[in-house]
């Protein structure tokens, strides 16, 4: 029933086009939080770019700094040669990591995509160790390609597609509300590091010696799920102590979403590899993985490709994050998020069928659960994607765009732009009351 077609044109587009199916518009304008489609109906976009567009569509500061680049006749596109814009852009980006990282860090440009530039740092990890397993997370996901998809853990596409790398161990992400332990609460996530602990240190496990370990901070499309700060820092002490490279996948948190300019920082810890796309790019295409120098150990064309380096995104990353420290957004992310997450845990005591709200700064979800149905042996009811996707219809209706993610697709997410206002963001949590007023009836 969420299967829309938008006419003749979207009828010739690929099966596998995700967004349209749901979101049958053709955006015309897009300014700030809104987009507005062909009948000049406007929607508040909580998708925006899953997560990209930081600064909402057609931010002035990123638009001036894109139109700088044409009128001062830069080039637009040089593969990966030095510009100034290039040498801006990294100038602007190291004085954002913390010092202790940025003092030891390389970075690499990747192609225009996040999974391009988590390829690259799986290459980079396995050939500084020599070592060919990735320990990955159950509900992480980080892309498309082959070798991201494989080391994803959510998407059920991946099923239908053999001969993914398979130097890939999954391990138990301290998923609370659906402990993969059965046991709610802090203990979820005690259990997972010590499991992991014993799982590394255990020679007859099967696991052959890691090449890595990747996780995100908060898991994204697995449905908005964040890590305990203490079983971050766990993670850090476990690798650490066994020379592990830890790879903390940025894509989607990094550059204010969760509340700091980086999700690792809320743990306090320094990663070996981060991965930067979405966000980074000021709503265009770019990616760049930032790594320990130790680990550079690949030679030159150890990653190549042709779009690394998209001079519009450059300069308009640039801007983007400078005005997010200038204007202090970070700080307003994270009083924001805790607001709106304030509102969401409201609906979830007016609502049995919001399970669970959960969230770090502006990357919140509710997922949304099948009451009527037994729960599971740790008190969790099952998940409810059909009636997640009726709510998300019902915000449609009522001029709201968010998207679903989570295991089953039954996670309602909340991605705005950072620079929302409070009052929109009662706008938005009064739409979404509404919605699941309806969807429920
Ligand atoms: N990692 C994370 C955490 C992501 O959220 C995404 C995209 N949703 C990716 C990697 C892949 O990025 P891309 O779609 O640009 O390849």
């Not at 006419?7 to 304008?29: F, L, V």
């Not at 669970?356 to 740790?378: C, F, H, K, T, Y």
């Not at 620079?419 to 429920?440: L, N």
Request: charged share 20%; with cysteine; proline share 6%.
């Amino acid at each position: 029933e969420n299967d829309f077609f938008l006419g003749k044109q979207a009828m010739r587009e690929s099966n596998a086009r995700s967004y349209p199916r749901r979101i049958p518009i053709s955006i015309k304008e897009a300014n700030g939080i809104y987009v507005k489609d062909m009948d000049g109906t406007t929607y508040i976009d909580c998708l925006a770019g899953a997560g990209t567009l930081a600064l909402g569509h057609n931010h002035p500061v990123a638009v001036d700094a894109m139109k700088r680049v044409f009128a001062e006749g830069g080039p637009l596109h040089t593969l990966d040669l030095t510009t100034p814009t290039k040498e801006a852009f990294i100038d602007e980006i190291f004085s954002s990591l913390p010092e202790e990282f940025a003092k030891r860090a390389k970075i690499q440009f990747c192609g225009p995509t996040g999974g391009d530039a988590i390829e690259a740092a799986l290459k980079l990890v396995k050939t500084a160790t020599g070592n060919r397993t990735i320990l990955s997370f159950q509900g992480g996901y980080h892309g498309a390609t082959h070798g991201t998809m494989g080391i994803s853990g959510n998407i059920s596409p991946k099923l239908n597609v053999q001969g993914l790398i398979p130097d890939v161990h999954f391990l138990p992400y301290p998923y609370q509300y659906r402990c993969p332990f059965g046991i709610g609460g802090d203990e979820c996530h005690r259990i997972s590091s010590s499991y992991i602990e014993n799982l590394l240190d255990d020679p007859e496990s099967g696991i052959l010696p890691p090449a890595g370990m990747i996780f995100e901070v908060v898991q994204g499309e697995g449905g908005s799920i964040p890590a305990p700060v203490e079983w971050v820092k766990e993670m850090r002490r476990i690798t650490q102590e066994r020379h592990i490279p830890l790879i903390i996948d940025e894509v989607q948190t990094g550059i204010g979403r969760t509340g700091k300019l980086f999700a690792f920082e809320h743990a306090g810890i320094m990663p070996d590899v981060i991965v930067l796309s979405k966000a980074i790019g000021g709503s265009l295409p770019l990616s760049v993985v930032i790594y320990d120098e130790n680990l550079d150990q690949w030679g030159p064309g150890a990653h190549i490709g042709t779009f690394r380096g998209n001079q519009l995104a450059m300069a308009a990353g640039t801007a983007t994050l400078k005005f997010i420290k200038d204007n202090h957004l970070v700080e307003q992310v994270a009083y924001l998020g805790s607001k709106l997450m304030q509102k969401l845990k409201g609906l979830k005591q007016a609502f049995p069928v919001i399970g669970d709200v959960r969230g770090l700064g502006l990357m919140i979800g509710a997922e949304v659960i099948n009451v009527n149905e037994s729960p599971d042996r740790q008190g969790s009811y099952p998940a409810n994607p059909k009636l997640a996707g009726k709510i998300q219809q019902e915000c449609f209706k009522r001029g709201l765009i968010l998207e679903l993610g989570g295991r089953h697709g039954s996670v309602v997410r909340f991605l705005p732009p950072l620079i929302i206002t409070e009052q929109q963001i009662e706008e938005v949590a009064a739409i979404f009351e509404d919605a699941v007023k309806a969807a429920v009836q």
